[in-house]
């Protein structure tokens, strides 16, 4: 028999994403017309285990929907790593009578949320990051925003990389995967992308890229890299060594992951959050939510984070061929 949901607890954990607060909203509000309790876990894991625990009603999530971060604050909790921290999680649930929990977040949180389940606490995880790295999804909560903002910003500046015909790094995020430098750097018509899951380190062909291209009549290369490769002020400095044209490397950071959500953030995100508590009032524990082929559907978490994801092959070689 289906264990019966009373209560659901929700929280986010590591980075936050736009796109976070629709979730939570969709969570809040679905649980409450189902008739369940919903209480707010505050600063992820380690507000667990230090009981940072709110009650939530459908006023505790008006006018989120449009705001980036996550109002339940997010942190990182080495304490959760432990089986102490995870045994006292699972009694902090029981404590406040937290039958079910829904945990938005990536890979790591999701290694939370299987420990709360091998605990008996019916667990569900959303994937919540910009880095589109979860291997079972198509797509990830925050990383159409993110996208949004890089692309922005590398508009920007190409315009004065343009008028004073340099050479721009620009370095955006995504951990170790390369998916944000990819879809920026063919939405900006960069001339090089350089990603974690194809670099070869070879240094000398990008610089001869870059002559080649200053022969062609090219009076600015954009070059956009990614986290996982990084040292992009370096970078700059050998290339303009190397080629002599003046070179700049911006940073983007933390911007990427701020900012008010997309569209599609927040509709998938709200999709995502009404389905784990469809899947929670099912019975089910131990699932992912996902969007794979168009389709909003579940996997086993062990499942889920026993997969592996690589760059669409035909999407890099698309790149490469526009950036000739």
């Given at each position: 028999?289906?264990?019966?949901?009373?209560?659901?607890?929700?929280?986010?954990?590591?980075?936050?994403?736009?796109?976070?607060?629709?979730?939570?909203?969709?969570?809040?509000?679905?649980?409450?017309?189902?008739?369940?309790?919903?209480?707010?876990?505050?600063?992820?894991?380690?507000?667990?285990?230090?009981?940072?625990?709110?009650?939530?009603?459908?006023?505790?999530?008006?006018d989120i929907i449009q705001r980036g971060g996550t109002i339940l604050y997010t942190a990182r909790c080495m304490e959760f790593m432990t089986p102490e921290g995870q045994k006292k999680g699972a009694e902090v649930c029981k404590k406040h009578g937290i039958d079910g929990i829904v945990v938005i977040g990536g890979d790591g949180s999701f290694r939370g949320a299987q420990k709360l389940a091998e605990a008996g606490v019916n667990t569900i995880g959303l994937p919540g990051?910009?880095?589109?790295?979860?291997?079972?999804?198509?797509?990830?909560?925050?990383?159409?925003?993110?996208?949004?903002?890089?692309?922005?910003?590398?508009?920007?500046?190409?315009?004065?990389?343009?008028?004073?015909?340099r050479c721009s790094i620009i370095e955006v995020m995504g951990r170790n995967a390369g998916y944000i430098a990819l879809w920026c750097g063919i939405a900006n018509g960069a001339e090089d992308i350089l990603l974690p899951e194809r670099y070869d380190n070879d240094e000398q062909a990008l610089i001869n890229h870059i002559i080649e291209a200053r022969k062609r009549g090219k009076k600015h290369h954009l070059i956009i890299n990614a986290e996982g490769i990084g040292h992009s002020t370096g970078m700059a400095r050998r290339i303009e060594a190397a080629t002599g044209i003046e070179t700049r490397a911006t940073i983007l950071g933390y911007m990427q992951r701020g900012g008010s959500p997309t569209c599609k953030d927040r509709v998938y995100a709200s999709v995502m959050g009404a389905y784990a508590v469809d899947l929670l009032c099912e019975g089910k524990s131990n699932r992912l939510v996902a969007y794979k082929d168009g389709k909003f559907v579940d996997f086993d978490i062990d499942e889920a984070l026993a997969m592996t994801k690589d760059i669409d092959e035909y999407e890099f070689n698309i790149s490469a061929l526009l950036s000739k």
């Open positions: 028999m289906a264990k019966q949901i009373k209560t659901i607890g929700i929280l986010t954990s590591g980075g936050d994403a736009p796109g976070m607060n629709a979730a939570i909203r969709a969570v809040v509000r679905t649980a409450i017309n189902k008739g369940l309790k919903v209480k707010g876990i505050q600063k992820g894991y380690n507000g667990l285990i230090n009981e940072e625990i709110i009650d939530m009603d459908k006023r505790s999530v008006a990051t910009i880095d589109l790295d979860i291997a079972c999804t198509d797509y990830t909560i925050g990383f159409d925003t993110a996208i949004n903002t890089a692309m922005e910003a590398i508009d920007k500046i190409r315009d004065t990389s343009t008028s004073h015909e």
